[in-house]
C-alpha cells in the first residue's frame, strides 16, 4: 500500500479567508468539562462547524489517537484505490440501482442546476456493510483485506458522533438518550465512510471540485491535509485573514483535528436551533494547488426508518417550532436517497436541496 506521507505538503497559506471555528477538545468533553460542553453547543448553534482535538491520553472512553491513525491508514488506502484503472472503479458505481454506496467517477457529480460536471472522484463505503447489518455489496479485492480498517474506524467515529448527540440532547433539555437512539450503530442507517480524491486542476481551468451543500445527515466527522474545503459564513461572523468573497472562507486543515460539521437531519430534530452549514470544496489554496487533495470522512444518519421531525418533546424545540404549515415528514432514508441521487444527476437537482433555505441568521 502507498505510505501516507503528508510531509510533502506545502505549507497552508498564512493570509486567505478563514473560518473561525473552535478548536474543541474531545479530552475536556470526555471530562464533562462544562465550559468545553458550552463551547461546542455554541459552535453547534452559530456556524455547525468546529475542530476536535483528538490528541487523547490513550486511557479515555474514546482514543483520538487511534482514530487518527486508522484516518491515516484510510488516506493511504484511498490513493491505491484511486489508482486502479478506470474501468475497474466503474464496476462499483451503483447509481444505476439507486444506491449512493460504492463508487462515483470524476465529473460523475454536478456542481449546480445547469449539470456542471464536479472534479472529484469518490467511494462510500457502507457502516451496514461493514458491520454485517445489510448483505456484501460488491466492492474492489483491494478493499476486501482493509476491513477490520473500516470497522475499527466506523467504531471510533460512531463513538464520537455519539458523544456529539449526547451533549447537543442534553442542551436540548430532550429526555436523555433520544438522540443516540435514533443513531444506533446496530440498526440499519445510511452511515458511511467516503475517501474523496481530488487531483491538482490546470490553473487557466480551475472549477469547484465538489459542490456547495449541506450535509444530509446527522453529525460528519471529517479528515483534511490539503486546505480547499469551503464554508460561507453565516452573516454577521467575520473570517480571519483577507476579505471573503460571499462570504466563502477556508478551513485550515490542522494535524491531530477532526472538522466536526452538522448535518440537515439535527436541522428538522431541532426546528433550527442547530446548523448545518453550506460548504464546498474548491482548489487548494496557494501552493498547495499543486498536489492531489484527499479525504477521510464519517458521516452519521439516523437510522433508515426515523422520521425527520422537530423533537418536540424538547422545550427549546418547541418554543422554536412556529404555528404554522407542517413540514413534510420524510424518512432519513428517504431523505439522504433524495439528496444523494439529485445530485448524481440520476435524481432532480432540486430535490438534492438540503435545508438551506430553513435556515435563520446565525
Ligand atoms: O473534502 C472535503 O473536505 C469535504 C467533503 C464534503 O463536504 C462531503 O463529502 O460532503
Ligand atoms: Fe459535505
Not at 219 to 244: D, H, I, M, S, Y
Not at 288 to 307: I, K, M
Request: proline residues 8%; contains cysteine; glycine residues 8%.
Amino acid at each position: 500500500m502507498a505510505v501516507d506521507d503528508s510531509s510533502n505538503i506545502p505549507p497552508f497559506p498564512a493570509h486567505v479567508p478563514t473560518a473561525p471555528l473552535l478548536r474543541i477538545s474531545l479530552s475536556k468533553l470526555l471530562a464533562a468539562d462544562p465550559t468545553e460542553v458550552d463551547r461546542l453547543w455554541t459552535a453547534s448553534c452559530n456556524l455547525g462547524f468546529f475542530y476536535l482535538d483528538l490528541s487523547t491520553p490513550p486511557s479515555v472512553a474514546i482514543n483520538g489517537g487511534a482514530l487518527l491513525s486508522d484516518a491515516s491508514a484510510l488516506f493511504s488506502l484511498a490513493s491505491s484505490l484511486f489508482a486502479l484503472p478506470t474501468l475497474e472503479k466503474a464496476k462499483y458505481d451503483m447509481a444505476a440501482e439507486g444506491s449512493y454506496f460504492g463508487y462515483k467517477g470524476y465529473g460523475a457529480g454536478i456542481i449546480d442546476a445547469a449539470g456542471t460536471p464536479d472534479r472529484n472522484e469518490f467511494y462510500n463505503v457502507s457502516k451496514d456493510d461493514i458491520l454485517g447489518l445489510s448483505l456484501p455489496l460488491r466492492a474492489p479485492d483491494l478493499l476486501t483485506p482493509h476491513r477490520p480498517l473500516f470497522t475499527s474506524f466506523i467504531h471510533a467515529a460512531h463513538s464520537l458522533t455519539l458523544l456529539v448527540l449526547d451533549i447537543l440532547n442534553m442542551k436540548l433539555q430532550l429526555p436523555p438518550g433520544t438522540l443516540t437512539t435514533l443513531h444506533a450503530l446496530d440498526k440499519p442507517s445510511g452511515d458511511q465512510v467516503r475517501m474523496i480524491k481530488a487531483p491538482p486542476q490546470p490553473p487557466q481551468d480551475q472549477r469547484t471540485v465538489l459542490g456547495a451543500h449541506t450535509d444530509f445527515g446527522s453529525v460528519t466527522v471529517l479528515f483534511n491535509r490539503v486546505g480547499g474545503l469551503q464554508v460561507q459564513l453565516p452573516e454577521g461572523v467575520k473570517a480571519e485573514g483577507e476579505e471573503t468573497e460571499d462570504g466563502w472562507a477556508y478551513v485550515r486543515p490542522l494535524p491531530e483535528h477532526a472538522v466536526i460539521n452538522l448535518g440537515d437531519a439535527l436541522v428538522k430534530f431541532s426546528a433550527g436551533v442547530l446548523r448545518s452549514n453550506i460548504h464546498r470544496v474548491v482548489s487548494p489554496p496557494g501552493e498547495q494547488a499543486g498536489v492531489t487533495r484527499y479525504s477521510v470522512v464519517y458521516f452519521s444518519r439516523p437510522g433508515d426508518e426515523v422520521v425527520l421531525r422537530p423533537l418536540k418533546e424538547s422545550p427549546v424545540v418547541r418554543g422554536r417550532v412556529g404555528d404554522g404549515e407542517e413540514e413534510e415528514e420524510v424518512s432519513s432514508k428517504e431523505w439522504v436517497l433524495r439528496r444523494a441521487l439529485g445530485r448524481r444527476g440520476v435524481g432532480r437537482w432540486e430535490d438534492s436541496k438540503g435545508t438551506e433555505g430553513e435556515r435563520v441568521k446565525a
